[in-house]
């Protein structure tokens, strides 16, 4: 995929990302145009790497989960940086 080959051989390297940096990512289970499916795969990339990676999908969201559940959204970003604060 496209984004693979951006952290690869990005004009400017990956842009100090590596396989190892920590990545959540967040989906409302309303698919519009956002399909939770590639972030699974990028996930699953990332954890064969050897990094640390989730997907979360979110009941009754949509594109812009902050905005449709505010209080999930963060209650999920919280966790992930608290987490990342004691690894």
């Known amino acids: 995929?496209?984004?693979?080959?951006?952290?690869?051989?990005?004009?400017?390297?990956?842009?100090?990302?590596?396989?190892?940096?920590?990545?959540s990512f967040i989906y409302g289970?309303?698919?519009?145009?956002?399909?939770?499916?590639?972030?699974?795969?990028?996930?699953?990339?990332?954890?064969n790497e050897g990094g640390k990676s989730e997907v979360h999908c979110i009941a009754d969201a949509g594109h812009l989960v902050y905005l449709d559940q505010p209080v999930h959204f963060a209650r999920i970003v919280n966790a992930a940086?608290?987490?990342?604060m004691r690894s």
Request: net charge positive.
């Open 1 to 23: 995929c496209d984004w693979l080959r951006l952290r690869k051989e990005g004009p400017e390297g990956n842009y100090g990302l590596s396989s190892r940096t920590p990545v």
């Open 81 to 84: 940086l608290e987490k990342r």
């Open 29 to 47: 289970d309303h698919h519009d145009w956002m399909n939770s499916s590639y972030g699974k795969t990028l996930s699953q990339y990332l954890c």
